[in-house]
């Protein structure tokens, strides 16, 4: 039976796998997901950047991620969620995400290598308004994040009469 055994360098900046022969034993980097305590304001038909990062600050690009828009129960992590952006093995997968968010989120390569998993979601509407969940399953880690989607109030357009 193979032996797993997981050792990380001080900081926990990496984790290094040794295959053995016999038990399984983890020792775990105690890395945390943080995100903005103060809720996202976001203008309707704008972008809005749902900020994420891991502490220490690390390369996660190999690591799965999920952002979800959660109910009532978001430590639940069993609760059925609309996820709103699924990424692993390096790509997101499109099957697992809810059709209303499809083409509208995005993650940055280079944010990931240092550690941002933030969320960029484009053409915000008010139904896109909750609680987003960002979690790293491998790392047993999420933070929520509040967004309020803002609905833009324009004038009606005023009538000028020229005598």
């Known amino acids: 039976m193979p032996f797993h055994f997981l050792y990380s360098r001080p900081f926990c900046y990496k984790i290094y796998i040794f295959h053995c022969f016999s038990t399984t034993v983890s020792f775990l ?8 305590s103060d809720p996202v304001l976001a203008v309707e038909g704008e972008d809005a950047v749902l900020p994420c990062f891991v ?57 990931l290598r240092r550690g941002d998993i933030s969320l960029r979601i484009s053409n915000v509407t008010q139904i896109d308004s909750g609680r987003y969940r960002c979690h790293l399953p491998t790392m047993k880690s999420f933070t929520l994040v509040h967004l309020l989607g803002e609905l833009r109030l324009m004038a009606p357009p ?3 009469h020229i005598n």
């Open 55 to 111: 502490e220490p600050k690390d390369n996660v690009v190999e690591l799965p991620l999920e952002w979800a828009i959660v109910d009532s129960h978001p430590q639940d992590l069993s609760e059925k969620v609309d996820y709103v952006h699924v990424y692993r093995d390096g790509q997101e997968l499109l099957d697992m995400k809810a059709p209303s968010y499809h083409g509208r989120t995005t993650l940055s390569l280079e944010g």
């Open 158 to 160: 005023s009538i000028i």
């Open 29 to 36: 980097c105690k890395f945390r997901v943080i995100g903005s």
